[in-house]
């Protein structure tokens, strides 16, 4: 489980495929010391495990699922992404409850500079629109962000300064694909309904 809190921006240095899965290094601050193997980290909000430690980086694998509904099939050397690393019992819950299960991928339609801070708007797959709800978190690259529009499959977040700062969102421009996970919370709700 995640909060949605960025606290690293980590980079590829090497992708490796290997038969259906595709072998990720990636630079972080993080004191790998620390990590133990099969930790749970998540990149650019996708939870990868690790599977090999070097002094500044880590290595994790990606499946076949997470290659066909993620950013993770792009992602190449020198590709930033947001890191997180899993919580433990008794850490601030700063953001919302993130499994690391992405759902999709959202489009950026615009970005709006307003100033200090930074309006994004997305398309949502019409499939996970029903579950974005204004002043709802949403996970978007492993960012919880606040909804504060919705409009269809369109729903916008403004970020703060800090935000921009220290996540990869500084870069994201319009026609950037992101990776979307709904709120959980959302999700049970809707699949409650259903029975009814």
């Not at 890191?83 to 690391?100: M, N, S």
Request: glycine share 10%; with cysteine.
């Amino acid at each position: 489980m995640f909060t949605g809190i960025v606290t690293d921006i980590g980079e590829i240095v090497a992708v490796e495929p290997r038969n259906d899965v595709r072998r990720l290094t990636i630079s972080t601050r993080y004191d790998t010391a620390g990590i133990d193997l099969g930790a749970s980290i998540a990149c650019a909000g996708v939870c990868l495990t690790v599977v090999e430690m070097q002094p500044s980086s880590f290595s994790v694998e990606a499946a076949p699922e997470t290659l066909a509904i993620t950013t993770v099939k792009d992602w190449q050397a020198g590709t930033r992404i947001n890191l997180e690393r899993a919580l433990k019992i008794g850490d601030e819950l700063g953001g919302h409850v993130v499994q690391g299960h992405v759902d999709g991928l959202a489009t950026v339609t615009d970005r709006e500079d307003l100033g200090e801070t930074t309006r994004f708007t997305f398309e949502a797959p019409a499939a996970l629109a029903p579950f974005i709800a204004v002043k709802g978190s949403v996970t978007l690259d492993g960012t919880s962000l606040t909804v504060n529009t919705v409009e269809g499959r369109h729903f916008s977040c403004l970020l703060i300064p800090h935000t921009l700062g220290h996540t990869t969102w500084g870069q994201v421009q319009a026609g950037a694909h992101v990776n979307i996970e709904v709120d959980m919370m959302a999700r049970y709700a809707a699949r409650l309904a259903e029975f009814r």
